[in-house]
């Protein structure tokens, strides 16, 4: 029998290699731009056309390499970093397997110009597909610049995998961002397609997160720093009001390297308990320095993911590092309870939105059609009986009955009603239930309908048709209002801009990384804008990272979901029973876009049958 198990030649090695190393061209970045900052550069340039595509370019004015290192830098785990097993576990630099430009060269046309410092002449190479093509000295500045042109040119499968240009030059900025912030003290400049977009001069950790972010950063920031013996936690974390509802402004760095670490945000997190809104996102950026020997960054092909050897203490040294750097502001509990009171203020929910009313083209016959007994099931609620003295059960019943209820409508939900229509005359009105509820009489028995679910639903498809038509519904504002957003978010509202605009509002953008609001939605509420766009982006951003969901449903969707009614909020007959009669006119009136029910029914069969006494 023929032997089956042969060695791969090097090229498919190669590029299976590649596969884990470099999954996209912000990985590619990544290990250029560390690579720059390990060869001490104080300025770095980064290149990008068509979203790194067609090109990836990175200079810098770092120590350089000599004629022989040129050559030898793009075989496989070649490198200067490490010489023995030991020195793994004494990493200070950014890269050290070797595998990073290796892993390049086979899948792209890579051109390396370099010249070391005091040198008179450089050299240049080019490589395509781990095939030398040309070597020569050169006139070049000092430093280093790679070129990688037509990345994955050589492997159509995967750039078929390619997201859009605006997503993967999301993910690039994303990759940019977090060097720029671990190196506030070396300058970056990026380029994308000829244009300057972010220029970052040397400073300090503050200064640089105001030129990434906002200048406004430095009023909503405060230092942390703690030092102990097993590890040193230095940065600054965002005070609770200023918490956003989208995510990507949270960073955690390990001897400057970016981590992931779910557990690491959980005890941040932690420390901020009781002090952030629901679904609230705290700005931070974290640097921890400790003894390479105490970690194991060699755990994942892009270096995400580190191993510490107690994890337990790095939770707590973090978590208290934050406590106490928000405790010495003033801004985190404390047993001053008029300051607690201050703090709790903004998760009160004393602001709801108000009801729009307008012409509804439902009726009454839509319930009919909606609650066929061959379309939906009743539903029957769950009873908790607990035993309870008679005098407070009494008391739970009156608690009910105020002055501010109506005894004739109260009268009419209960006396027994002889006219065969589907919704009684006598009872036409709905009544709501503890502010939340909306009871609506029925021939067979009752509907309950949630209020907020309900209305979610009517604003889904109400926008979900604006969008398909253009036919949106604005309100213009007296003062337009300017909002600055961050680098990454700057590219995610020039790719959403035109769905936004379709939901009803008028987004222009202004300067750089700012953007005029001259219209919102009717829906909206004054006063909650800045929040829905923040979730807005939130939810684009999940759309974009999976490409299968549809954006435009995730937009209205969301949108939906902050402008609705919510419970406490008080409706008169008339917007009940024009909240019916949409509802009803929908296409799927069952369910909020959620998944949860808009509403259950009950029939008198069923009322029955709990008076029974068996």
């Known amino acids: 029998m023929a032997d089956k198990i042969q060695l791969l030649p090097d090229v498919i090695a190669n ?10 061209p912000a990985s590619a970045i990544k290990e250029l731009m560390e690579n720059a ?7 770095i340039k980064v290149i990008v056309k068509g979203a790194g595509k067609t090109l990836l370019q990175v200079i810098d004015n770092g120590s350089g390499m000599s004629e022989t290192d040129a050559r030898m830098c793009f075989e496989k785990h070649a490198t200067s970093k490490i010489r023995t097993a030991d020195d793994l576990f004494d990493i200070r630099t950014m890269g050290f397997r070797g595998e990073a430009l290796a892993s390049i060269a086979a899948i792209a046309q890579v051109e390396l110009r370099t010249r070391l410092h005091g040198e008179a002449l450089g050299t240049s190479i080019d490589i395509e597909g781990m095939k030398v093509t040309r070597q020569e000295p050169c006139q070049t500045p000092e430093g280093t610049s790679i070129c990688v042109k037509n990345l994955f040119f050589n492997v159509p499968a995967r750039r078929n995998f390619l997201k859009s240009d605006p997503a993967e030059l999301k993910n690039i900025i994303e990759e940019f961002t977090r060097i720029a912030l671990a190196h506030p003290g070396v300058g970056f400049q990026f380029y994308s397609n000829d244009q300057e977009l972010f220029h970052y001069r040397a400073g300090n950790l503050k200064q640089r997160i105001c030129a990434i972010f906002d200048d406004k950063y430095a009023s909503q920031i405060v230092p942390v720093e703690e030092v102990t013996y097993a590890l040193t936690v230095k940065g600054f974390v965002g005070k609770p009001e200023f918490a956003k509802k989208t995510r990507g402004e949270q960073y955690i760095f390990v001897n400057k390297r970016y981590i992931k670490s779910p557990y690491l945000h959980h005890a941040i997190m932690a420390a901020y308990d009781q002090m952030l809104p629901k679904d609230a996102f705290p700005f931070y950026v974290l640097f ?13 092909p892009q270096k995400y993911e580190i191993k510490f050897d107690d994890d337990k203490l790095a939770y707590t040294f973090v978590s208290l590092a934050v406590k106490h750097g928000l405790g010495a502001y003033s801004v985190s509990p404390s047993l001053d309870f008029d300051q607690e009171d201050h703090l709790n203020k903004n998760k009160t929910f004393d602001q709801v939105p108000g009801w729009i009313s307008g012409v509804t083209n439902g009726s009454s016959r839509n319930i009919e059609r909606v609650l ?32 501010a209820q109506k005894p004739d409508r109260q009268e009419s939900l209960i006396q027994p009603q002889e006219d065969d229509t589907l919704l009684h005359k006598e009872v036409a009105v709905p009544y709501q239930l503890h502010r939340r509820y909306i009871v609506s009489h029925i021939k067979s028995g009752f509907i309950l309908i949630d209020q907020q679910a309900a209305h979610e639903r009517i604003l889904f ?15 213009r504002q007296l003062f337009p209002q300017t909002i600055e957003l961050n680098a990454e ?31 919102f939605p009717s829906d909206i509420v004054a006063g909650g ?36 009614i919510r419970p406490g909020k008080v409706l008169s007959d008339k ?23 808009t509403f259950v029914s009950f029939t008198l069969e069923e009322l029955a049958k709990r008076f029974e006494n068996k």
Not at 15 to 24: D, L, N, S, T, Y
Not at 376 to 403: A, C, G, L, Y
Not at 462 to 471: C, F, T
Not at 588 to 595: D, E
Request: net charge negative; proline share 4%; charged share 25%.
């Open 461 to 475: 498809e109400r926008y979900i048709q604006q969008m398909a038509h253009n036919n949106r519904s604005s309100q």
């Open 37 to 43: 900052i390990d060869s001490g550069a104080s300025h």
């Open 529 to 564: 804008e800045r929040q829905i766009i923040e979730e807005l982006m939130e939810q684009y951003k999940k759309s974009l990272s999976v490409s299968k969901l549809n954006k435009r449903e995730n937009l209205a969707r969301t949108l939906a979901a902050g402008s609705a």
């Open 575 to 597: 917007e009940m029973t024009s909240l019916i009669d949409e509802l009803f006119a929908c296409e799927k009136p069952y369910t909020a876009p959620g998944g949860n029910f």
């Open 288 to 300: 921890l320095d400790i003894d390479p020997k105490r970690i194991d960054i060699n755990v994942h």
């Open 489 to 519: 978010d700057t590219e995610v509202m020039r790719e959403m801009l035109d769905d936004v605009n379709a939901l009803g509002f008028e987004i222009q953008e202004f300067g750089r990384q700012s953007f005029v609001i001259h219209a």
């Open 15 to 24: 590029q299976i290699a590649a596969g884990e190393v470099i999954q996209r």
């Open 372 to 403: 066929n007994p061959e379309t939906i099931s009743s539903q029957r609620p769950k009873t908790d009986v607990r035993e309870q003295s008679n005098m407070r059960n009494w008391e739970t019943v009156f608690q009910t009955t105020t002055p």
